[in-house]
C-alpha cells in the first residue's frame, strides 16, 4: 500500500493486549528522510501517558512512549524496502532496535507499555505526522523473544512478501500483510482490497483503508537492498 504522505492512514481497532514484553516488526519504503518531522508507522495517538509510538524520524527509526523517545543508531535506506524491528522487555524496561538484519544495540526506558487499544499506521486519524511511501507488513508478537537476530536476518533476506506466519507464527499474535498474502489463518482466500486490510492471524484485528493506494500488480514490492 501506497501512502502519500498528506492525509492517508490505516486503523486498527481494538488490538489486543500484548502485556509489556513484546516485538514489532514493519516491511516499508520511505520516499524521502524527515529530520525533526515524525511519520507515524504505529501510534496510539491520544492514549496518553500509556501511549505508544513508532515512526520515521533523524533518519531512522524512532519508539516514543509517551514522555521516553528511544531512536535507532542505525540509519534506514530512503527510496528502499527496510526491516525494522523493535523488541520491548518491559520487566527490564529495555528496547533493542534491529535494522534489515543488523542489530542496532540496547537502550532503556522508565515507561513500560504494552500494545492494546486502537492504533493508526501512516498517519494519525487527524491527519498530522503522515508517512510518505510504501508500507507491505506489519506483524506483533507477545514476547520480546519471539524472533532472535539469526530469525530477523532470514526475514530481511526474505523480502517483504516474505509470509511470516510459515517460520515465525510463535507469539504471533498480529499480522498485516497489506495486500502480499491471499489466505487467512485457517487456509481460505482473503484477499485484502482498496478497502480493508485483514490481520492473517485467529484474532482478526483487521485495518481500514482511509485513503492508503491499493497496489495490486507487485510493482511495490520490488526488493532491492
Same mark, same amino acid.
Given at each position: @500500500? @501506497? ?6 492512514? *490505516?486503523?486498527?481497532?481494538? &488490538?489486543?493486549?500484548? +502485556? ?12 524521502? %528522510? ?5 511519520? *507515524? ?9 500509556? +501511549? ?17 523517545? $528511544? $531512536?535507532?543508531? $542505525?540509519? =534506514? ?5 527496510? &526491516?525494522? *524491528? &523493535? $523488541? ?19 537502550? @532503556? ?6 500494545? %492494546? ?7 494519525? /486519524? ?21 524472533? %532472535?537476530?539469526?530469525?530477523? &536476518? ?23 500483510? @497489506?495486500?502480499?498474502? /491471499?489466505?487467512?489463518? %485457517? ?8 478497502? *480493508? ?13 482511509? +485513503?492508503?493506494?491499493? =497496489? ?10
Amino acid at each position: @500500500f @501506497f501512502f502519500d504522505g498528506t492525509n492517508d492512514y *490505516v486503523t486498527f481497532g481494538s &488490538l489486543g493486549a500484548t +502485556g509489556n514484553d513484546y516485538t514489532l516488526a514493519f516491511w516499508y519504503k520511505p520516499m524521502d %528522510s524527515p529530520s525533526d518531522t515524525y511519520e *507515524v508507522l504505529f501510534d496510539n495517538d491520544g492514549a496518553g501517558a500509556t +501511549g505508544l509510538a513508532m515512526g520515521n524520524r533523524y533518519g531512522g527509526i524512532s519508539h516514543y512512549e509517551y514522555s521516553n523517545l $528511544q $531512536q535507532s543508531n $542505525q540509519n =534506514i535506506k530512503h527510496g528502499h524496502w527496510n &526491516l525494522a *524491528v &523493535l $523488541q520491548h522487555n518491559g520487566s527490564g524496561t529495555s528496547i533493542k532496535f534491529n535494522i534489515n538484519g543488523v542489530a542496532d544495540g540496547e537502550s @532503556f526506558t522508565s515507561a513500560g507499555a504494552g500494545i %492494546s487499544g486502537t492504533y493508526t499506521t501512516g498517519g494519525r /486519524a487527524n491527519g498530522t505526522y503522515p508517512f510518505h511511501g510504501y508500507i507491505a507488513a506489519i506483524g506483533i508478537w507477545s514476547d520480546d523473544a519471539s524472533l %532472535s537476530d539469526a530469525n530477523i &536476518l532470514a526475514m530481511y533476506n526474505g523480502g517483504p512478501t516474505l509470509d511470516w506466519r510459515t517460520s515465525y507464527s510463535s507469539g504471533l499474535v498480529n499480522y498485516w500483510a @497489506f495486500g502480499n498474502l /491471499a489466505t487467512n489463518d %485457517s487456509g481460505g482466500t482473503e484477499l485484502d482490497t482498496t478497502s *480493508v486490510i485483514y490481520d492473517r492471524t485467529s484474532n482478526d484485528k483487521n485495518g481500514t483503508v482511509s +485513503g492508503a493506494t491499493f =497496489i495490486n500488480d507487485g510493482g511495490d514490492v520490488r526488493f532491492s537492498k
